[in-house]
């Protein structure tokens, strides 16, 4: 009996260990699919800025000698493309250093988080005077949670600078700062483009864009929502989009602010 209970335990731990490695190996061809997806979707984005420039050299090289219209416009239409390529490999490289980020949740300091906001608003509003940046900092000055500032930072530009993008006539943008005894929530509200509901599940994914030609307009490569919703992850983060076609668009992030959870590692 003793016998038969060994080997059944034995069965046992080599059918777990089968279903491990299987689930290992569907993930290891999961993550390979996903970079390779990534590479393809990266190489296409760079491809078009690329075309662009090679189409106004060759302008360039048949007309432009002789016509100095041709050479100003193209070199003009191409200095923009340059712009967009260097936009683009940095907001690759930020996604890239973001996705290797691990933190270890005990080794960060705690940050002050009014102190910080109210800067953010500030340098903010003095970059962008034509708009009204209203905020509500509900938070008391001695409030501290425990993140990398540029971390924070990086993600508060990402969503300013998309509710600035989008922007219509309407150049009011409100930010809401508010916690609870678990979560701090920081919104962002303008009175932009908006989005299409079907659209909303769909604009943090990497490249994703709703309306190409205006994002093209805006210098929006698609990875800003990305990028934010990583270094998110990297806090236990979460973040939402709402939004009215044509009226509105509220993005809301959240921070829990004890983590008595272990550390994020590398992929959420
Ligand atoms: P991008 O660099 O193109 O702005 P994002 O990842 O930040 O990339 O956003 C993805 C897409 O979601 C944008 O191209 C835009 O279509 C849409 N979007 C994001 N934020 C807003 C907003 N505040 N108002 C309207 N549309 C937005």
Do not use: C
């Not at 936009?87 to 996604?95: G, I």
């Not at 691990?102 to 962008?128: A, C, G, H």
């Not at 922007?167 to 919104?187: A, F, M, P, Y």
């Amino acid at each position: 009996l003793k016998e038969r209970v060994q080997i059944n335990k034995q069965r046992d731990e080599m059918t777990e260990l089968g279903v491990m490695f299987n689930e290992l190996m569907d993930n290891l061809e999961k993550s390979f699919h996903q970079q390779q997806q990534f590479v393809e979707d990266a190489s296409h984005e760079l491809k078009t800025p690329l075309s662009i420039i090679h189409g106004h050299l060759s302008l360039i090289n048949r007309w432009g000698k002789d016509n100095p219209k041709v050479l100003e416009r193209s070199i003009d239409l191409s200095l923009n493309e340059t712009n967009r390529l260097i936009q683009l490999v940095s907001e690759l490289l930020t996604l890239s250093r973001a996705e290797e980020s691990t933190t270890n949740m005990n080794s960060l300091e705690e940050v002050k988080m009014r102190e910080i906001m109210e800067d953010i608003v500030e340098n903010f509003q003095t970059i962008n005077n034509d708009f009204k940046i209203s905020s509500t900092i509900d938070i008391d000055t001695d409030f501290t949670i425990k993140i990398l500032k540029s971390h924070l930072e990086q993600i508060m530009i990402i969503l300013l600078d998309n509710a600035t993008k989008y922007s219509t006539d309407d150049k009011v943008i409100q930010i809401n700062v508010r916690h609870t005894d678990r979560r701090l929530t920081i919104e962002v509200k303008d009175y932009g483009a908006g989005i299409p509901k079907e659209e909303l599940p769909f604009v943090h994914n990497r490249f994703y864009r709703v309306d190409k030609a205006r994002s093209r307009k805006h210098g929006g490569n698609g990875l800003g929502l990305s990028i934010a919703k990583r270094l998110l992850d990297i806090y236990q983060g979460t973040l939402d989009i709402d939004s009215v076609y044509g009226k509105w668009t509220k993005v809301q992030i959240t921070f829990p602010i004890n983590f008595d959870e272990a550390p994020t590692t590398k992929g959420g």
